[in-house]
């Protein structure tokens, strides 16, 4: 420590603690009266404690309480390992009745030593005696207590006496408090940090480990005897188990390894941690007492209990007693055949704690299982000792669970917990679902669930909020959250509102995330009202969280949607497919969890949680697929609707809606949407009709009502249930399966509360057959197309033939035609961005500008707008017709989109924008190769050129045009003639004349151009080449998965816009203002879809049903099965050798029992008088206890007869 820090230390430590000094000298009879019985030399002794002479010579035994004295410690600061890299480690020598609190804030306090608390503390004791520690044993301690340390977290803390396990210090590399009896150190005084140095030393001490972080020297007086530490010890682990860690009690567990029979006498460690319900954990197989305790506990565990007092001991009690001390004993000399002190122990065996509490110690066979299950026989020690601690007051499992929690042992939960013994109530278990979920214990969060916690009860707003808030601190969600929380701070005037993470936050992230497929979450519950404007919710917001939010109280309406998106935007996956499976509306929950995830992969840096992000993303995809997929094989009219129902729970958004925002190519490329696409493009009419029908039909009306083009039949069902209006007015709701179609893109709301079937009114099959074939989709779209060809064509004539001067001699009447029917078509547009249900202006034009084509269409009109207005001036008119020149191109490509329809070139269009963005990447190569060889090439050709027309041409154009040869060999090799009149005369070359060649670096020239030709021709295009390959390799691979999802916008399209094409559009146009503004007449449709929820909840079980039995059939399920099989039988095998010696004994026992029954028989049948005919038979081998319990009669009886 540094200096300010120890003299701050050294002024109070030896104030509070104390060291213990030998105040009486107590002789040791065997050392020739010159040791004291506490160790230590007459000479070592003060003057105090050797001249009280009659003290001495009647004292018979030495105690440190009475036969010691406490003065200030002077030895305590920091230790330095000599050689060692390691910090330095804390030490402090202290007496044995020093207070534990006082120790546990020294150990703890971040202003002494700073060791954080623990989660889990394991008391190690025993390894004294002379014999190696086993090699599986330090296994057990090296792996099984580092597992143990990172299941708790890493505050673990391992108490243990340095002379007990000598190789432990290496194993375990976590933090630790060592306690130790007085040891020698150099350095008294803990000022500096003292210098340790590792020698060879006797077995019965041990060195000090630099891989501890802090010693106690427990100090009781006495120097090199053992057990000083034992009340201490007793104390501080008693005193640490009643601490809290977080939101349980701190356990406290005590490990045996090997072990001296000192340690069963009376006021030992383990008979003073058995009183304070300390549990123990016995590892057999480690020698010594660990291995006497196994055996007796388990051979003798179903002996009778012993009283623990004399009184009242009934005659019939004294024989069990007796017999099993004998047992014990018999026992005893077998593990320690060497010690002379065998009654009194067996004594404190059988009548002390020991037995009694025998439900508190665990014996652990450690040499047979791996040292990967000691974190689960710790957890299980613990809670099978809560067992018995059991009391009236609250349940007395809770600290339990928690630790299991913290652990993520739902195995041992399941086992021990929720096995039926315990009945738990929602109290119990709420604070550990609270731990579940915040720490990602999903297997914990199902296990509650299943166990009766109330989701509905548990999840409130407020604790919703709780669950924002402890998002980790570098996590991409903890920063989304921050920002827009930071924007709401920065514009609130008042002081109070809220700081922390609202729903407001949540809500604003969802919107960046979700865009505008849906409406905002949560902005009922906030009270607050969605508008375009940011900063008007922002202060909104900013008023409704000021103080104490009432919302926080109520529960979450929806919780599991509500968890669903807490754990997708935490990218947390087994979470979040747990709560997709509870949650409802499975189809639409994975396409928004797969929205979510893939446009967080776009915002995160990090590579690896970006692919993470996009597995899980094409996981929920898959998961939509396959259970839409069981959805249309079971019903198809019902799948039809569950792709166009608006969900409350998703902000109003449909299963299509989000598909398209998500991507979800792989979900468009199902046969029921298709079906439901190729339903609503060809609208009432089948959809194998041919093209070449609809178009005579298109130029002669009246062959619809022939047999030419066939109608499908009328569905009545579907009409009760479903409808769908259109925007040409009410001639087009028609009672044709078209106009009650189930696909509606804005219309259709869902309200559970009210059930209003729609009938669309009967009509005349004149109206209704004009009807199903004129407002079909792919009519519309033929006119559409036939009639943006005349466009084309017409703009391209007014262009070349009939463009007149600005006025007042122009514009002509062909002019004012094409003017008007643009004007159509900028009213189409604003109708596709105004008209779109019940959405802000900032969303419907946020939605409409992300299509390419839309964006297109924007270029083209204000490109129009712009050359229309300036070719009415004189000045500019020739830059106007400029720009319409140039816009007929942009309204020529835009001609591209109707290939989109088609089956083979629709994906072609798709790897023309690929290939596009390809462009640009080689563009830049070859620009950088292209300015590089240009300007070197000027300079070396011409030695002077200021003129900046020539300079563009020669160092830009021209090297662009080596590329496809056209190469001015006379101008660039001064060998050929060049007829071009030049000059070298300065003064002209800066008037414009052209200057003449340089013939000092020509040869410089040849050899640049040859480079530059062999980069660019045959390098940088091969690349471009090898580019577009793979780009149309792999569209073409997946093209029909691209073209059934690149089609869908255009159907979307089509099928909202009016049938007739521009410009006639303008009267569709004018109807729909005048119903939609004029009238006030809504274009909602309120359907009932409560049973359709339902029957899509049974479809996903269904489905989870049939692909648990498909995984459970694999074959790496059969070879877990019969993994765990084959484990059972090799455990049991090894339990039967067990089995195997005993029934040996047994039929050892058996004849013994025999024989001497038929020789007390053959003695009675002589009578008295007569001597046996033959000694009673001997005793063979050793028998179990389970079959020797009538020995000692027949022994006796034995004895009476001979």
């Not at 019985?37 to 009475?66: M, N, P």
């Not at 091969?1022 to 792999?1034: D, H, Q, R």
């Not at 009538?1190 to 001979?1202: A, V």
Request: glycine share 6%.
């Amino acid at each position: 420590m540094n200096d300010t820090g120890a003299k701050e230390e050294g002024s109070w430590i030896p104030k509070t603690i104390k060291k213990r000094v030998c105040s009486t000298f107590v002789e040791d009879s065997d050392s020739s009266s010159e040791l004291c019985q506490c160790g230590a030399a007459r000479d070592d002794h003060a003057s105090v404690a050797v001249g009280d002479y009659f003290s001495t010579a009647i004292l018979k035994h030495w105690e440190s309480a009475e036969h010691s004295s406490e003065q200030p410690t002077d030895a305590f600061g920091e230790v330095q390992f000599a050689g060692a890299s390691k910090r330095h480690s804390h030490f402090l020598r202290l007496s044995w009745s020093t207070e534990p609190s006082v120790v546990y804030n020294i150990l703890t306090a971040q202003s002494i030593w700073g060791l954080p608390r623990p989660n889990l503390v394991v008391s190690v004791v025993g390894g004294e005696s002379r014999t190696q520690v086993k090699t599986w044993v330090r296994e057990v301690l090296r792996q099984g207590l580092v597992k143990a340390s990172q299941s708790t977290g890493k505050n673990f803390t391992h108490l243990s006496l340095c002379i007990a396990v000598k190789d432990s210090g290496d194993a375990v590399i976590v933090n630790k408090a060592v306690s130790h009896s007085r040891h020698q150190d150099g350095s008294s005084i803990g000022s500096f940090p003292a210098k340790y140095y590792v020698q060879n030393i006797s077995r019965d001490s041990c060195y000090l480990d630099n891989n501890y972080q802090a010693f106690l020297l427990v100090d009781d007086g006495s120097v090199g005897r053992r057990g000083g530490e034992t009340d201490f010890r007793a104390r501080l682990e008693e005193y640490i188990s009643q601490q809290r860690s977080g939101s349980i009690d701190i356990p406290v567990l005590c490990m045996l390894i090997s072990g001296e029979a000192d340690m069963l006498k009376v006021q030992s460690l383990m008979d003073l941690s058995l009183k304070n319900f300390i549990p123990w954990l016995v590892v057999a197989g480690s020698g010594g007492l660990a291995d006497f305790l196994s055996d007796v506990l388990e051979n003798l565990s179903s002996a009778p209990a012993v009283p623990s007092s004399g009184e009242g001991n009934s005659e019939a009690l004294k024989a069990p007693n007796v017999d099993l001390k004998d047992r014990v004993a018999e026992r005893f000399k077998k593990h320690f055949p060497s010690e002379t002190e065998t009654d009194k122990l067996v004594e404190q065996v059988s009548a002390l704690s020991i037995y009694q509490n025998r439900h508190l110690i665990t014996v652990y066979h450690g040499e047979h299982e791996s040292p990967n299950d000691f974190d689960t026989v710790l957890l299980k020690t613990l809670v099978g000792a809560s067992k018995q601690q059991s009391s009236a007051e609250a349940n007395p499992y809770t600290d339990e669970l928690k630790l299991a929690v913290t652990w993520n042992r739902v195995d041992i939960a399941k086992t021990e917990l929720f096995n039926g013994d315990i009945q738990w109530k929602y109290e119990d278990l709420e604070d550990s679902m609270t731990d579940a979920l915040i720490n990602d214990k999903p297997q914990f969060v199902r296990l509650f669930i299943e166990n009766g916690l109330n989701i509905l009860e548990y999840l409130s707003y407020g604790r919703l909020e709780t669950l924002y808030r402890s998002v980790p601190d570098g996590s991409l969600l903890y920063q989304l959250l921050q920002r827009c929380l930071a924007e709401r701070l920065a514009i609130v005037e008042q002081q109070n509102s809220s700081s922390k993470v609202t729903l407001f936050e949540v809500s604003e992230v969802l919107e960046q995330l979700m865009g505008d497929v849906c409406q905002p979450f949560y902005y009922k519950a906030l009270g607050l009202q969605f508008t375009s404007s940011k900063r008007t919710s922002l202060k909104r917001a900013s008023k409704v969280l000021r103080g104490r939010c009432i919302y926080q109280d109520l529960p979450c309406p929806h919780p599991w949607p509500s968890l669903f998106l807490w754990a997708v935007l935490q990218n947390r996956s087994e979470m979040a497919l747990y709560f997709w499976e509870m949650a409802g509306e499975p189809v639409l929950s994975a396409l928004g969890g797969c929205k979510i995830l893939r446009d967080l992969s776009k915002l995160d840096e990090e590579t690896e949680t970006k692919l993470s992000m996009k597995e899980l993303a094409q996981k929920f995809e898959n998961l939509a697929h396959d259970i839409f997929s069981s959805c249309y094989r079971s019903n198809e009219h019902r799948s039809f609707t569950l792709l166009i129902r608006k969900s409350p729970v998703w902000g109003h958004s449909t299963c299509l809606q989000m598909g398209v925002s998500a991507d979800a190519r792989l979900f468009f490329s199902n046969d029921g949407v298709q079906s439901l696409l190729s339903q609503i493009w060809w609208g009432d009419m089948k959809s194998k009709t041919e093209v070449w029908k609809l178009l005579l039909t298109f130029f002669c009306p009246i062959l619809c009502y022939t047999d030419l083009i066939s109608f499908r039949k009328q569905d009545n069902q579907l009409e009760e249930e479903e409808g769908i209006p259109n925007e040409d007015g009410p001639d087009q709701d028609t009672n044709s399966l078209y106009g009650t179609t189930v696909f509606s893109f804005a219309d259709i709301k869902h309200q559970t509360s009210v059930c209003v079937p729609y009938r669309p009114p009967q009509r005349p099959f004149i109206v209704s057959r004009w009807c199903q074939f004129w407002f079909a989709p792919v009519t519309s779209f033929l006119g559409n197309v036939l009639m943006y060809f005349l466009f084309l064509l017409f703009f391209a004539y007014v262009l070349l033939a009939d463009f007149k001067p600005p006025p007042p001699s122009g514009p002509g009447a062909a002019e004012c035609v094409l003017y008007f029917w643009v004007f159509t078509l900028v009213c189409e547009e604003i109708r596709q961005t105004i008209f779109l249900g019940t959405m802000t202006w900032r969303q419907r034009f946020r939605l409409y500008i992300k299509d390419v084509w839309n964006k297109c269409d924007l270029a083209a009109i204000s490109l129009f707008i712009l050359g229309l207005i300036c070719r009415m001036f004189h000045l500019s008119h020739e830059f106007g017709r400029d720009m319409l020149c140039l816009d007929y191109m942009v309204f020529t490509l835009r001609l591209i989109h109707i290939f989109a329809i088609h089956k083979q070139l629709g994906p072609k269009i798709i790897i023309v924008g690929k290939m596009i963005k390809d462009i640009f990447f080689f563009l830049f190569f070859l620009g950088v190769w292209l300015m590089a060889y240009g300007v070197a090439n000027q300079a070396l050709i011409y030695a002077y050129d200021p003129n900046p027309n020539r300079i563009f041409r020669r160092v830009f154009y021209r090297p662009y045009l080596h590329i496809f040869g056209q190469i001015p060999v006379e101008e660039m090799d001064v060998g050929k003639d060049w007829d071009v009149p030049c000059t070298h005369n300065v003064t002209l070359i800066e008037s414009g004349e052209e200057p003449c060649r340089s013939h000092e670096s020509n040869w410089l020239v040849v050899i640049l151009l040859v480079v530059y030709l062999l980069v660019t021709n045959i390098l940088l295009i091969n690349l471009l080449i090898a580019m577009f390959s793979y780009t149309f390799s792999k569209v073409q691979e997946h093209s029909d998965t691209y073209w059934k999802f690149q089609r869908y916008n255009l159907i979307v399209e089509y099928h909202s816009r009016p049938s007739l094409a521009p410009p006639f559009i303008i009267l569709s146009h004018i109807n729909l203002f005048i119903k939609r503004v004029i009238r006030k007449v809504p274009s909602v449709k309120i359907h009932h879809f409560g049973q359709l929820s339902t029957w899509e909840t049974i479809q996903k079980e269904d489905f989870l049903t049939a692909r648990i039995k498909i995984q459970k059939s694999s074959d790496s399920e059969r070879l877990k099965r019969m993994s765990a099989k084959v484990d059972g039988v090799l455990k049991h095998l090894s339990e039967s050798r067990d089995f195997e010696h005993r029934l040996r004994s047994l039929e050892n026992q058996m004849d013994y029992c025999s024989s001497a029954l038929s020789w007390v028989v053959d003695t009675l049948a002589q009578g008295s008088t007569f001597k046996p005919p033959r000694p009673p038979p001997a005793s063979r081998g050793t028998y179990d206890y389970k079959t020797t319990c009538n020995i000692p009669i027949l022994l006796s009886i034995q004895t009476q007869l001979s």
